[in-house]
């Protein structure tokens, strides 16, 4: 069964994409392609799963929001 998941994309000031799952604390990677992020982020979700101790609850991703200040 697959299952989905949030991706958060940002790319640094040197030019590096960045991926974050929100919904898996500390699952993320870097690459500086997007095709290659994107086989990386899969391959860190995979890894965090197995890794991922049962008694975790797993987040939900409500939004993003930006903020003035």
Same mark, same amino acid.
């Given at each position: 069964?697959?299952?989905?998941?949030?991706?958060?994309?940002? /790319?640094?000031?040197? $030019?590096?994409?960045? %991926?974050? #799952?929100?919904?898996?604390? $500390? *699952?993320? &990677? /870097? %690459?500086?392609? @997007?095709?290659?992020?994107?086989?990386?982020?899969?391959? %860190?979700?995979? @890894? *965090?799963?197995?890794?991922?101790?049962?008694? /975790?609850? +797993? &987040?939900? +991703? #409500? $939004? #993003? /929001?930006?903020?003035? #200040?």
């Amino acid at each position: 069964m697959d299952r989905e998941f949030t991706v958060i994309i940002e /790319q640094d000031e040197e $030019g590096y994409f960045i %991926a974050d #799952v929100p919904e898996l604390k $500390g *699952c993320h &990677t /870097q %690459a500086k392609s @997007l095709d290659t992020l994107i086989e990386r982020i899969k391959e %860190a979700i995979q @890894l *965090c799963l197995e890794v991922y101790d049962e008694k /975790q609850t +797993l &987040t939900h +991703l #409500v $939004g #993003v /929001q930006k903020v003035r #200040v």
